[in-house]
């Protein structure tokens, strides 16, 4: 997969749909010279098991500029500096988390343009019951 991703030298934007998380895919997109990256599961949304892995490799793009991530749960994610528009969205996100990601963009020296989705549901058992928005 690293040789076959490193030897798209004209690569400008990137879309991944995957089954499963692998540290494999991950480090082939390590340096990659992209400016735009999407990353998303097979059915709508990541399930990160090596979120370090895929942090560092976020943070090495350096001419990425636009970046969507589709997961599950939040990951901290290392901002490239040469980020200019970040789209996450995440199906559960906790305040502790909203508070993490908003200390990552406020760590970036540019300004980013931001777009965060998230649901707000209670588990009761095995029903979700959603919480008004306010």
Same mark, same amino acid.
């Given at each position: 997969? #690293?040789?076959?991703? #490193?030897?798209?030298?004209?690569?400008? /934007?990137?879309? *991944?749909?995957?089954?499963?998380? #692998?540290?494999?895919?991950?480090?082939?997109?390590?340096?990659?010279?992209?400016?735009?990256?999407?990353?998303?599961?097979?059915? $709508?949304?990541?399930?990160?098991?090596?979120?370090?892995? !895929?942090?560092?490799?976020? #943070?090495?793009?350096?001419?990425?500029?636009?970046?969507?991530?589709?997961?599950? /749960?939040? *990951?901290? *994610?290392?901002?490239?500096?040469?980020?200019?528009?970040?789209? !996450?969205?995440?199906?559960?996100?906790?305040?502790? &988390?909203?508070? &993490?990601?908003? $200390?990552?963009?406020?760590?970036? /020296?540019?300004?980013?343009?931001?777009?965060?989705?998230? $649901?707000?549901?209670?588990?009761?058992?095995?029903?979700?019951?959603?919480?008004?928005?306010?």
């Amino acid at each position: 997969m #690293s040789q076959l991703l #490193s030897s798209l030298t004209h690569l400008d /934007t990137l879309c *991944i749909e995957v089954d499963d998380d #692998s540290p494999g895919l991950w480090k082939a997109l390590h340096g990659l010279k992209i400016k735009s990256l999407i990353l998303s599961g097979r059915h $709508g949304y990541l399930n990160v098991k090596h979120a370090e892995t !895929i942090a560092l490799s976020l #943070s090495s793009l350096k001419q990425l500029e636009k970046l969507s991530i589709f997961l599950r /749960t939040y *990951i901290d *994610i290392k901002l490239p500096q040469s980020l200019k528009y970040l789209n !996450i969205y995440c199906v559960a996100l906790l305040p502790s &988390e909203l508070h &993490e990601f908003v $200390g990552t963009l406020s760590a970036c /020296t540019r300004t980013v343009e931001s777009n965060l989705e998230f $649901g707000c549901a209670s588990f009761n058992d095995v029903r979700v019951k959603p919480i008004p928005p306010d």
